[in-house]
Structures are given as C-alpha cells and as structure tokens.
C-alpha cells in the first residue's frame, strides 16, 4: 500500500509517495532537510550545490555503512566458520572418548568396571 507524506526541505515543500510508512518516509526528509540545511548554513552554498553536496554526503555514509556491514557479515562468517570447526572437533574428541571406553570394557572383560 503506498503511503503519501508532504515534507517541507528547505523550506520547500515535497511529496513523497512509498511503501515505507509515514514516520519511516518522515524521518528520511528530516534527514535530507538536516543535511541540506547543513550545506546551505556551512558551505555557504547556493541551494543547487547544497542539494549536490548533500547527497554526496549520504551516498559517502552508505558506501562506508555497505563496507561497515560487509565486514561485519565476514567477521561473522568466520566465527561461525571456526564455531563449526569446533564442533566437528568436539564430535570427534566424542567418538575417540567413546572407542577408548570400549576398549577400556574390552580390556576389563566387558563386566563395567570401571577405575
């Protein structure tokens, strides 16, 4: 279901029409208004090359946000990686502490006793 929200940026207002939810959609157009506002106050910029700047600002924080997650996503990988190393470990240590009892029953003649 597409939802409408009108956003005032720059004093300017805009509607913006999307599946996201109003407050979702809301909290975008603040943040484009921020940034705008940001490059209009600082950079002292007309509002054409502080639209440009902004933007190049947000598409900087999600390309370094995309590198931030992917590494995240190996670093998981590799514990899980090492987390399944251990556990094939583990269940080896099992079998040979399991073929070793046997041999121990073996070696005491089956009766259980156990030292």
């Known amino acids: ?12 207002d805009y509607n913006f029409v999307a599946d996201e939810s109003p407050e ?11 940034k705008m506002n940001e490059m209009l106050n600082v950079g002292k910029v007309g509002r054409t090359d502080a639209a440009v700047l902004a933007a190049s600002n947000i598409t900087d924080e999600l390309f370094k946000s995309y590198e931030a997650a992917e590494k995240l996503r190996s670093q998981i990988k590799g514990y899980v990686d090492e987390a399944n190393r251990a ?12 073929r070793l009892q046997q041999k121990l029953d073996a070696k005491n003649g089956g009766n259980g006793n156990r030292h």
Do not use: H, P
């Open 24 to 34: 979702y959609m809301e909290r975008v157009g603040s943040y484009v208004n921020e």
């Open 1 to 12: 279901m597409k939802n409408r929200v009108t956003m005032t940026i720059c004093g300017e």
């Open 87 to 98: 556990q094939a470990e583990a269940s080896d240590l099992k079998r040979e502490v399991f």
